[in-house]
């Protein structure tokens, strides 16, 4: 019977998306919590070379907001999305924070984009007491940042093992490994030291480390020292352009070898940097569109009719994120009135709930340590392949069991 509303209901979500998605944005009330919409604060990148990867984040936010009002809201009250732009930096992310929280008096924010700038912006709301969950932050120590930092992206440390593994699967004949990082990123010098540690944890001999900045565009010099000491792996942890730019480098100069690419790679806007020499490069993911859950079928059918391809792995993220908030205050509204506490009461008493949480989402079912860290179960592995015109390209998921 649950099932069947449940069927229902989504396929109402689905016939009315097209409606809903043209609808505009309204003014939330500012002020108070007490307006009769729930402030949810989304700090992406908009602007900025990370702008590809936070319009993941943002199509993501979307879609759930639709669907979860679409069904009721929190008992019946709907959440309202408030945006501020990041940028790419740390100031950004610190101005989009101050905003939402003093400006904006959102409930939680879901954010920021990068790393890097979550090392950054997170203290700020843990000092205001405003639970963070961010969607996309995979550097170790992110939920170690304070009680109100939570996250359901999964760490590299759980997540970037299984490419390699996956590498020495397809040629089992491997030894010789080299690792590039952008050494001015956290997130890439996190990626980073797992991979590192995986190589030499798995007995293979790691003959170089080169450095390159997330803003560089030319690899020339780093590409030949690599090549000159033969590996038959490269392992690169960047950001998808100047990684991107990387892999095609790398392959004009003559590397034949299998390459991985870490989650800065996790982005189909990789296909238009390395176009046909992104071929083969492979990428592990927190995150499978068939993973064959109720809740994913509606969001990958969503997803699909409204930007015609399969949902990259941020946007489920992203959309998972909105779902802890809009479920663990469904559950705190059934124990206490939301309306009946202040904003500070609300914004503590929800970060203690949602830590709570078991939440069947289109990642799997997730829950938190008590860190804040997302406990998740399952993990895939991808591959590049792309269309011989060298400029439409998928993410192939490989058999890594
Ligand atoms: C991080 C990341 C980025 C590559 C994802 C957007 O994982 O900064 O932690």
């Known amino acids: 019977m649950k099932s069947a ?3 229902q209901t989504a396929f109402l979500f689905l016939s009315s998306i097209l409606l809903v998605a043209c609808s505009k944005t309204s003014n939330i009330n500012p002020t108070t919590n007490t307006s009769n919409v729930i402030p949810i604060g989304i700090a992406f990148a908009q602007t900025s070379n990370v702008a590809l990867l936070g319009q993941e984040g943002t199509d993501g936010v979307k879609i759930a907001e639709k669907y979860f009002n679409h069904i009721g809201g929190i008992n ?21 924070f101050q905003t939402l929280i003093n ?96 190589v030499k944890d798995l007995g293979l001999n790691l003959v170089t480390v080169q450095k390159f900045q997330t803003t560089d565009t ?26 991107g730019n990387l892999v095609k480098q790398l392959r004009e100069l003559g590397y034949k070898g299998i390459i991985i690419g870490g989650n800065g790679f996790n982005t189909s806007h990789i296909f238009s940097v390395c176009r046909a020499l992104c071929e083969g490069v492979i990428v592990a993911q927190a995150y499978s569109p068939v993973y064959p859950s109720q809740i994913n079928t509606i969001f990958r059918k969503a997803y699909i009719e409204q930007y015609q391809r399969e949902p990259p792995q941020v946007s489920a993220q992203a959309f998972a994120a909105m779902q802890v908030y809009v479920e663990a205050l469904q559950s705190l509204d059934k124990k206490t009135e939301i309306n009946k506490l ?60």
């Open 218 to 243: 030319d690899f020339q010099a780093q590409a030949s020292d690599a090549i000159n000491l033969k590996p038959d792996l490269v392992i690169i942890s960047g950001l998808a352009v100047d990684g």
């Open 76 to 96: 019946g009250k709907p959440i309202k999305l408030v945006f501020q732009d990041t940028g790419g930096d740390e100031a950004g992310a610190i101005n989009a």
């Open 103 to 198: 400006q904006y008096k959102v409930v939680g924010i879901i954010g920021p984009t990068l790393s890097q700038q979550a090392f950054s912006a997170n203290p700020i709301a843990e000092r205001n007491r405003v639970p963070v969950i961010g969607a996309s932050n995979t550097a170790q120590g992110i939920p170690e940042i304070g009680d109100y930092v939570a996250r359901v992206s999964s760490s590299v440390a759980v997540v970037a093992p299984y490419s390699v593994k996956a590498a020495l699967k397809q040629n089992p004949q491997i030894k010789r490994v080299a690792v590039f990082y952008a050494q001015n990123d956290a997130f890439n010098k996190s990626e980073t030291d797992i991979f590192q540690k995986t």
């Open 5 to 7: 509303i449940a069927a």
């Open 342 to 401: 202040t904003l500070p009461q609300l914004r503590t008493q929800l970060n203690q709930e949602l830590l709570k949480g078991r939440y069947q989402t289109p990642l799997g079912e997730i829950a938190f340590t008590p860190a804040g860290d997302v406990i998740q179960k399952e993990f895939y592995v991808a591959q590049l392949k792309m269309e011989p015109n060298g400029i439409k390209g998928k993410f192939s998921f490989l058999n890594i069991k």
